[in-house]
């Protein structure tokens, strides 16, 4: 990401206080930036010290996904070794989370010694939210936005990392922000990663659900914690010209909206 480098962060929080490597994502490395940013500012607030290993890569879900086992493990050895030595490792981003927690152990199940150290690694992944709340014990956050706003659930954050209460109770604490729920806010949004590209058609069909659920709220903005989501509604709402801009949730938590909303005119 430009401007972050490796080691600490512009602050300087107590010795005490824990170590996070902050796994930036691709897509947040390559797309939006700023919610790097925000999730730098959230955890500091939390009391973090927030490192960004600047030799950090993919996770490997896509590779997993396709069924490549071989580079997914050569994926994930570089991603333990970059990051075990921290207290905590961080990701904005609950499909990538999940990966790194929920999958890495399996990878290495007939490789004893490196499935010791994935399952060490993945007991320190958090995805940010869940982190804040479930971890550092965060109940509100100093941010305003005078916004209606819908939040979408995540499949994996969802269903792997059981994150569903965490950023709504942190959201309600934004002054001014008006949550409103949205209709199957937990049915899949039709990103699934190459899901979207192996099956177009299914794809298409699922986000246009999606997106006349988001403007049956009247919301103004949508929310939610996985960029590749956020991308695929805002990519389909646009082509529908509903009027609602999109964020990633920490960007709002962070009281980091001043730049364009996702796919907005810089």
């Given at each position: 990401?430009?401007?972050?480098?490796d080691?600490?962060?512009?602050?300087?929080?107590?010795?005490?206080?824990?170590?996070v490597?902050?796994?930036?994502t691709?897509?947040?490395d390559?797309f939006?930036?700023?919610?790097g940013?925000?999730?730098?500012k959230l955890?500091?607030?939390?009391?973090c010290r927030?490192?960004?290993p600047?030799s950090?890569?993919?996770?490997?879900?896509p590779?997993?996904?396709?069924?490549?086992?071989?580079?997914?493990?050569a994926?994930?050895?570089?991603?333990?070794?970059?990051?075990?030595?921290?207290?905590?490792v961080?990701?904005?981003?609950?499909?990538?989370?999940s990966?790194l927690?929920?999958?890495?152990?399996?990878?290495f199940?007939?490789?004893?010694?490196?499935?010791?150290?994935?399952?060490?690694?993945?007991a320190?992944?958090?995805?940010?939210?869940?982190f804040?709340?479930?971890?550092?014990?965060?109940?509100a956050?100093?941010?305003a936005l005078?916004a209606?706003?819908?939040?979408h659930?995540?499949c994996?954050?969802l269903?792997?990392?059981?994150?569903?209460?965490?950023?709504?109770?942190?959201l309600?604490?934004?002054e001014?922000l008006?949550?409103?729920?949205?209709?199957?806010?937990?049915v899949c949004c039709?990103?699934?990663?190459?899901f979207c590209?192996?099956?177009p058609?299914?794809?298409?069909?699922i986000?246009?659900?999606?997106?006349?659920?988001v403007a049956?709220?009247?919301a103004?903005?949508?929310?939610?914690?996985d960029?590749?989501?956020?991308?695929?509604?805002?990519?389909?709402?646009?082509?529908e010209?509903?009027?609602?801009e999109?964020r990633?949730?920490?960007?709002?938590?962070?009281?980091?909206?001043?730049?364009?909303?996702?796919?907005?005119?810089l």
């Amino acid at each position: 990401m430009n401007g972050m480098t490796d080691g600490l962060s512009s602050t300087s929080p107590s010795a005490t206080a824990p170590t996070v490597a902050l796994f930036v994502t691709c897509l947040v490395d390559l797309f939006r930036p700023s919610v790097g940013f925000a999730a730098i500012k959230l955890l500091e607030d939390a009391g973090c010290r927030v490192v960004v290993p600047a030799s950090q890569t993919c996770c490997g879900q896509p590779a997993y996904n396709s069924g490549d086992r071989a580079d997914t493990q050569a994926i994930a050895r570089q991603v333990i070794e970059t990051f075990e030595g921290h207290d905590y490792v961080v990701a904005p981003s609950g499909s990538c989370a999940s990966t790194l927690k929920k999958h890495y152990p399996e990878l290495f199940a007939d490789e004893p010694e490196w499935h010791e150290r994935a399952t060490r690694f993945s007991a320190k992944v958090f995805e940010l939210v869940s982190f804040l709340t479930d971890v550092r014990g965060v109940t509100a956050v100093d941010a305003a936005l005078s916004a209606t706003v819908t939040y979408h659930d995540s499949c994996s954050g969802l269903r792997e990392l059981g994150i569903r209460e965490q950023p709504r109770r942190l959201l309600k604490s934004v002054e001014g922000l008006t949550l409103k729920e949205l209709p199957e806010a937990d049915v899949c949004c039709g990103f699934g990663g190459t899901f979207c590209i192996k099956y177009p058609d299914v794809s298409n069909a699922i986000v246009g659900k999606k997106a006349k659920h988001v403007a049956s709220t009247g919301a103004a903005l949508l929310l939610a914690g996985d960029l590749g989501c956020l991308m695929n509604m805002d990519g389909k709402m646009k082509r529908e010209n509903v009027g609602v801009e999109v964020r990633h949730v920490a960007e709002v938590l962070a009281g980091m909206t001043d730049k364009p909303p996702i796919g907005g005119k810089l």
